[in-house]
Each structure stands twice: as C-alpha cells, then as structure tokens.
C-alpha cells in the first residue's frame, strides 16, 4: 500500500504563545489592545505598548509597565516576537517595520499609504531576512481578497479584471449626492460632520487612497514587491450633481472605481469616476462600504462587499494576520521584483458619458456628431432637454466602445469650437456585470 | 540580537509535481481534464482519467492510456498521488474517497450531498490518516467563505449571523416570478428549459441542496465533523406569486436563505424562504447567483456573491484545491469531533410576513388581531385592497419581533376561525442589511 508521508504545515499545532508589541495607541491600535488585552486570544500575548503620548485617557486602561514611548527598544526587545505598526504615515513608521524585520521580528501593518509607496523596500527585506508581513489592515474592506490571490501570481489565474469601490469616503458623499440631491460641498461636508471624510479629504476624494490600495492589490496580483509605475488616477470633486442626475435617468450610478484589467499580461491600471449600472453590485452599493467585482479568465464574474474602515474590522484584519503568524498558517506576500506592464492608456476602449455645454442654436449636433464620425466614435445615445436658458445648454451623449486616445483628441476639438461654451464634462462608462 | 528561526512553510517551495487521477469524466470532470491537460497547470500533472463510459466522445480528446474503467486499481495505484471525485451521489464516490484516503492518497470533491450526508466518516479517516480533502467545489458559489473562516473555529470568530442564497435554481426562479410576473409552476418550466434546473428539480426547489452547503459550512465553522442534527428546511414550491407581488409593495424580495446564526454558542440553523429588504445585497441578487451576507461579533457586515454553480467555476475550484495541495499551503477541513448545540426552534424571533385568506365582512381583522394581542405579537404594517372577489379575499399583516412559538400557536387559532378560508401563508422577514 503506498503511504504518503504526512507534511509538517497540515499537522502542526501552536506551541507556544507569540510576543506582541504595539506601536501606535490610537483608534485603531486601541482596537488591538481591547482585543489582545481584555478579550484574550489565544496564542497571541501583549507585551508593549508603544506611543509618543502614553498619559492620555484611552477607553482601555492598561498597567504602567506595559507602556512606553521608545520604539527603538521594543523592535530589538527579544522579548517581543511580532511588532504591529499602526501609527500610519511614511516616518517613523518605514524606520519601525525595517528595524523590526531587521531584528527578526514578523510585522503586521495597517498601513496602505506605506505600503504603496515604500512596498518594495519593506516587502523586498522581508522577503530576504525570511520574516512575514501581515497587512490584510491595510486593505480592509478588500482583505478577503488576499485569499482569492493565495495562488495567483500572473500565471495561475488570468483574471480579466477587476473594479473596486475601495474608498468609503467616497463612496458616502457619492450615494448623498444621488439619494438627496445635494452637490459635492453640501454631501462632502456632510460626510465631514458625520466623521466619514477627514477635515482635509484630499486623499480620499482625489483618488490616492484608492490608488494606494490599488497598488498593494497590484503587488499581490503580481507576486512583486516591484511597485507598478505611476498611473492615471482622478478623484470625484468635479462630479456635478447634473451628471449624477443624468446617469441616474440613464439607468447608471456615478461610482469612484479603481480599474485594474489584464490582456496576455498587459495591464490596465487608473483610477477614475465611472458610470456602472445601477442594478450592479458596484453600482448598488451604498454608504461607506467598499465592493469589488472580478472577472476570472473564463468570464465568471464574482463580487465582495465589506465595511471599508472602522475600528472594529481594521483591528480585526490586525488579529486575523497576528494568528495566522502565530499558527504558522501560509500567508500571501508580494515575494519577487519582477515589474509589471502597463499598456498605453490611449488604447485602452471604453464607452463614455459626456456632457457638453453648448449654445441652443442650430447645427450644434451635426457639428459634433461630424467631429465623432471623423475618430470614428459611435453614438449610444442623446439627452438634451428643452430649456428656457439663455446662456447654454446641456447636451449629454453616451457613446459606443471608443479608444480612449480618439475620444479625447474628438472632445479636444468639440470643445474648440465656439458654440460649446464650457469644458466637456467625460466620465467612462464601465459595464460592471453582477 | 534576536534572530528568530525561518519557518518551514513559508520558504519550501513545490519541487515534485502530483501526479493526479481524476475519477468521474462527466461536464466537471472534462472541465478539470481540460485544465489539466490542454492547458497544463504546473506541478500538477493528470495521469489518469475514471469512467464507467470511456467510449463516449468528450470535449477533450485524451490518449487511449489514460483512460480507465477500474477506479478500485487507480486508487490504490502507487503512481497516483491526488484522487479528484467528480462522479457525484453517494456510491461509489463514499467508497472512493475512503479507499483513496487509506491507500495515502489527498483527496478532492466536488460532491456537497457526499459530505453533507457522509462527512462524518470522510474527514474523520482524513484526520486519522493526515490526509488532505479539498472541497472547495462543493459550494462553489460560497468557496471563498472557506479562507474566512480558516481561523474561525467557534471560539475564535464568534459571528452572529450568516444569511446565504446557495442555490441558483431557485434564485432564478424566484427572480424570474418576480421581474415577469409569473406563477411558480411557468417559472419552474422556464428554468428547465434553460438549463437552470433539472427535470426532476425537488433537491434544489425544496431546499435540500441549499440545506447540504449550510450543513458542510457548519462544520468548516465548528472545525467538527460530526454533523449537525436535523434542522427546519422548506423550499419554494408554495410561494405564490401574490406573495411576491405584496413582497415587492413592501419593499422586499423573497429569497431562499439559508440561516445560520449563533448567540453564546448556541445555534440557529434553517433553510426557508424569506423576505429580505430588496436594496440589500442578498435581496438584489438575480438570476443563478449565490450570495452570502455575514455579520461579526461586532455588527460588522460584509457580503460575497459568486456564480452558484457551471463547468469552469466548478473545475476551477477544484484546479485551486489541487494547487493548494501541491503547493502545501494550510488547508481548511474539519478535524474535530465536537458537536454543534441548536437552539429550540420555537424560541427564535423573528419578523413575520402573513397572508390571511379571509371572507371579506366586519369583525375579520378585529379576531385576528386580538389573537395576536393575546399572543403579545405586534402588527407594523396590514395592506387589504378592495376587492370585488365573493369568495375570500388576501389579508396581508407584518410584524414586529415575535417568538416562532408564538406565532406558530397564534395562526393554529386564527386558521380555526370560520372567517379564515385558507391555511394562513407564513414567510419569514429577515433583517439582511449590506
């Protein structure tokens, strides 16, 4: 009879309990400290705490001896095995997770604006001293999708793509907009009185928060700490409610979406607001929450929706990484420098939502309708509403599949011409499908 | 400095390629067959394909040495090191997994009836053996909920609650009753004719498929292979397509959701139609989609949709099983032998959707609601339409929170009233809320 011999990672059990450190005691790492303190996990066991303000009043009391402010001595203490990084920010934070790999530590991370801009040196280290970055918490709304990417690398799975609501900031001001009928300061306040946008939301309705998670998403796809090279990214502050309404009527919800699509290797990379029908996965999701739909190599199309932040799921991505650590359960880290290809933009086909402001004489469809024929942009369809404006007019077209580098030289010449009054508004359509 | 030792897991890399039999050469076997040999997946390598009918012409074309009739020789064959059974039932694939596992071999099904039924003696012999079982094509549409609940284990993850649609067949009829205004019975037919359910259709319509993934899933949860006790199922036959219709009025879909929830650890578990909001995650799924809504121990929400069933998603959950084999990543399978505690069925509370079919004359909703009263249920919404019906007319009610008992003894005294002309129509209002 044969016998396999049994394999060491299926049948071994945790011995021993792993020595925790926090360095960062805010919202988030007070998250971790409620859990790894006063609920207990087993296997997991907090050693320090580290911040530069150890005397303020947080909604957990921890002893003295467990606090301080040196990080420097807690990732070359011997008495700590796993250093969790929550302070955010490029510095001290980059300084924090190197030390600790350096001293053999296993790190866990919450933070995605570091990882996507200094992955390729922390995960590159990681990799050489053989130590394990955890950092499910820096992409929290999108964490189960490390997972489906265990076994990826370019060559296990082609997927086709993948769009994602990644940013429930947002995501929040964009559903205000729609349900309430509000502008982008009105709802983009709102959201900031209700603690879902920061006093400065730069970040988040530019487009770099989701192009951050975009590119730590990007390094696990690829299996590369080589991060991608700079791609196009637009956020949401010059969506008009007018366009919501439009997109509204035309069945659509304006959704702020990262695009990550692959042909025989070559990627399609942005970040950018986006029509996808309101009946969708994407396009129904409201509120905070974040979504992803992806589109495998033989066109089956799944999706996952999950709470984009909060304390609660953040230190609960923080915990998930530290077990698995301590169970010595296989985790997924970007662990080669292999670059990726990104295909020229230009080429790229969509079908686009415009809307122009023209002047309500005359002639004006014919001479843009002429300016389409010539890039040979097809037209989907036509809204132009009767008006008693004296100024200029609306006029929204939806077109057909166009390559993205002959729409924009159309629009460049649309908009020379002196019956379109104001800059055309462009928001790419994207056929989300569940 | 502290220089902590290199784990096994994370540095081995595959260097032997598995060789692999795969025993059932029907739709998903020919699909995983493709994968294997047409396209070829490194470190896996196909070396023999099982079948009672090896004449019969396939989508792929395999050399004559391949094929076999003789599945009892292949399992214990020392060349073979991963059985894939695709032949699905009980017999033989019961005999072929035990013979596998004791000859040494992993194991991979996509045969949720088998597990659901026979789990119990399965994984326990894999456990004594260390064998491995891969399952994830046994709920294909929910596969990725297996990695969320790789740490779980009852202590470690003390979810809530999880509402899942787990059978496409009945999604779609229920989404095509519901989008064409059609009965069950046409809704059904149309499903056969499209491939969406089969001629005999009872294990999806009366809920049995829906109630075997609850069963496989309850036990990845508990980390137990002992099987659950039998719980409440009921499947669609009898939603009436009014039901749907005062549903839609309410502003809710009707679903079949199987229910899983846990407080204290004690459990709930059922399979049966319910109304769920129709904006939410689950109430918004159309066609042959599954969708899984789970909710943590801190209220947190997060939601998965993924295509219930078809060739490619199958053969591919298997392809990511046998990877993970290959590759000795930790899997996930119930190695445990505790049992799970339900809770009484009677105490569980819910929200309740009720149609009355009573004579249209003064007094009917005064004894109705009395009952109720007496049982302290609570109305929250009644629609009666005018009707010029002689015979007996609907009477919708919802209510507020009510103990399953309570109800159950309330309509035993409303259906023996004279004014009451039919058995009262009962579905469940579940609270899904992504």
Not at 164 to 185: D, K, P, Q, V
Not at 322 to 341: N, Q, W, Y
Not at 390 to 411: R, S, Y
């Amino acid at each position: 009879m044969a016998q396999a011999k049994p394999t060491s990672s299926r049948t071994k059990t945790t011995t021993t309990t792993k020595k925790v450190a926090v360095i960062g005691f805010g919202n988030i790492g007070t998250g971790v400290v409620k859990l790894l303190y006063e609920k207990g996990i087993a296997g997991l066991e907090l050693v320090k705490v580290v911040d530069i303000d150890i005397k303020r009043k947080r909604p957990v009391t921890l002893p003295a001896s467990y606090l301080n402010t040196d990080w420097k001595a807690t990732v070359s203490d011997p008495g700590v095995d796993i250093v969790v990084e929550v302070i955010g920010g490029i510095e001290p934070a980059k300084s924090i997770l190197l030390a600790a790999l350096n001293h053999g530590k296993d790190v866990v991370t919450a933070n995605k604006m570091l990882l996507a801009h200094e992955g390729q040196s922390i995960f590159r280290l990681a990799s050489t001293r053989q130590r394990r970055i955890g950092f499910r918490a820096s992409f929290v709304g999108a964490h189960q999708l490390i997972h489906e990417f265990r076994q990826t690398g370019i060559a296990a799975k082609k997927f086709k793509r993948i769009y994602a609501i990644l940013n429930g900031t947002c995501n929040y001001i964009l559903s205000t907009m729609t349900r309430e009928g509000e502008g982008f300061g009105e709802a983009l306040s709102e959201a900031q009185a209700k603690g879902y946008a920061e006093s400065d939301p730069s970040d988040d309705i530019d487009g770099v928060d989701t192009a951050n998670k975009i590119r730590i998403l990007l390094a696990l796809i690829s299996n590369s700490y080589h991060m991608v090279a700079p791609f196009p990214v637009e956020g949401i502050r010059d969506i008009a409610l007018q366009d919501i309404q439009y997109a509204t009527e035309l069945d659509y919800a304006v959704k702020l979406i990262g695009v990550i699509e692959q042909n025989d290797g070559i990627f399609n990379v942005s970040v950018h607001p986006a029509l996808v029908p309101r009946a969708s996965l994407l396009g129904s999701l409201t509120g905070a929450y974040n979504g992803i739909e992806l589109e495998d190599e033989y066109g089956t199309v799944s999706g996952l929706v999950a709470p984009g932040a909060g304390t609660y799921p953040t230190a609960d991505a923080v915990i998930k990484d530290l077990l698995d650590i301590a169970e010595d359960r296989t985790m997924v880290m970007p662990k080669s420098a292999g670059a990726l290809t990104l295909g020229p933009p230009e080429a790229i086909e969509r079908r686009y939502y415009l809307r122009f402001s023209v002047v309500d004489q005359a002639g004006v469809l014919a001479r843009i309708s002429n300016i389409f024929w010539k890039y040979d942009i097809s037209i989907a369809a036509v809204i132009q509403k009767e008006t008693t404006s004296k100024e200029f007019v609306p006029l929204v077209i939806t077109t057909h599949l166009a390559k993205e580098g002959d729409l924009q030289a159309a629009i460049d010449e649309v908009d020379k011409l002196e019956v379109v009054k104001a800059r055309t508004k462009i928001i790419r359509i994207l056929n989300a499908n569940t």
